[in-house]
Nanobody
């Protein structure tokens, strides 16, 4: 099983990025999907999630209105569109897949991507 994250980079505040996470070895449609981020010296936090059953996506308060999580089952890929980037969004971003009811917690995720760095300059 592999989750391959990509799309990070260095952008100016106010800019946009689209992160991608392509899976192999599993079908993402059977999983809750999450994007986490970890800034230097801080704990990993869940910023967005899609439950496998559908419904409204979850977003942490600090990213509501700026981040959009989506999945493409045909491509077996999950995306995170990030608009209106702020310096405080600087972090390593990780995609993850879970079949655990604890989809809102990092320990509930079984498969993780390798992380992609997002750096926002002011």
């Amino acid at each position: 099983v592999q989750l391959q994250a990509s799309g990070g980079g260095l952008v100016r505040a106010g800019g946009s990025l689209r992160l991608s996470c392509a899976a192999s070895g599993i079908s993402l449609r059977a999983y809750h999907l999450g994007w986490f981020r970890q800034a230097l010296g801080q704990e990993r936090e869940l910023v967005a999630a899609l439950r496998r059953s559908g419904g409204e996506p979850y977003y942490t308060n600090s990213v509501k209105g700026r981040f959009t999580i989506s999945r493409d089952n045909a491509k077996n890929t999950v995306y995170l569109q990030i608009d209106g980037l702020k310096p405080e969004d600087t972090a390593v971003y990780y995609c993850a897949a879970s079949q655990n009811v604890q989809w809102s917690m990092a320990f509930g995720y079984k498969y993780w991507g390798q992380g992609t760095q997002v750096t926002v300059s002011s």
